[in-house]
């Protein structure tokens, strides 16, 4: 790597703990108005300065986020289908031009290993490494595997694994409770874990404690951070275990304590 890409990828990492806690908010690219997103800029404001970096797509980041933000943005660039059709049909939407110009440290792209646009995703995988590496660009590979494929080590090795060979700098995939280790193991670039769908908020911390033990560089959390009862506590939460080694306990009791004090004017205090 030379120099503005180490720069760009550092700028996502704690320099203490060497971890990060990207905050993922491109759900609407395909579902539309989700839940705890409906209204992007009232959602993602507070959560700013709990963020190491922002996940987002570019409509959100050009009307949602303040330009005065001092979080690294790292740019979906991925999408076409909505949730209505053929999800892993998706295509390159936005140039590495737009992703400079929005002062991107970093591009993400998903690919579908097992699904039927497999061999065509992997591809644009390619060809946006092939872009960025000219610019000094990150690419973040988002791994999404076959509906019929189990979400365990083999599946996820194969996907990660995959990802790597092609060029992605890091990889965001799922967490399996067996072998993870393994998986990163597997995988000669970070691996951050994806959170998934909604679950409560003990389990959230469970998950991502397990991963980072296990070796995973951190988190790109979005449903478990934004669709909480309380999203700024459970950003810290989730923080004090990527970053200051909480056990389960101390980060759910943190979060409780959060999330029992007072809010005025939409600030905790």
């Known amino acids: 790597m030379d120099w503005g890409m180490k720069n760009r990828l550092a700028s996502i990492f704690n320099?203490?703990?060497?971890?990060?806690?990207?905050?993922?908010?491109?759900?609407?690219?395909?579902?539309g108005p989700t839940t705890g997103l409906k209204k992007p800029r009232e959602a993602i404001t507070p959560l700013l300065p709990y963020s190491d970096c922002l996940f987002v797509t570019r409509g959100v980041l050009r009307n949602c986020i303040t330009p005065t933000a001092n979080v690294p943005i790292f740019l979906r660039v991925s999408g076409g289908p909505s949730v209505l059709g053929e999800l892993s049909n998706e295509d390159i939407t936005t140039s590495m031009k737009e992703a400079l110009r929005l002062n991107a440290v970093g591009v993400?792209?998903?690919?579908?290993?097992?699904?039927?646009?497999?061999?065509?995703?992997?591809?644009?995988l390619g060809r946006l490494v092939n872009e960025a590496e000219e610019y000094g660009m990150p690419v973040l590979a988002i791994t999404a595997v076959g509906k019929e494929m189990a979400r365990d080590a083999r599946y996820l090795g194969l996907a990660t694994r995959i990802a790597a060979e092609i060029g992605a700098h890091m990889v965001k995939t799922y967490y399996c409770a067996e072998d993870f280790d393994k998986v990163v193991e597997g995988c000669p670039v970070p691996i951050v874990i994806a959170g998934g769908?909604?679950?409560p908020e003990r389990d959230a911390l469970q998950m991502a404690h397990d991963a980072v033990s296990k070796g995973a560089a951190g988190v790109d959390m979005g449903r478990n951070i934004f669709q909480s009862e309380n999203p700024a506590a459970m950003i810290q939460a989730i923080r004090a275990v990527v970053h200051e080694n909480y056990s389960v306990d101390e980060a759910f009791e943190l979060f409780n304590e959060l999330n029992n004090k007072k809010v005025v004017s939409g600030v905790v205090e």
Do not use: C, P, W
């Open 108 to 124: 993400g792209i998903s690919i579908f290993v097992g699904e039927k646009n497999e061999d065509r995703t992997i591809s644009n």
């Open 15 to 31: 320099q203490k703990s060497g971890k990060t806690v990207m905050l993922a908010v491109d759900h609407g690219y395909f579902q």
């Open 197 to 199: 769908k909604k679950i």
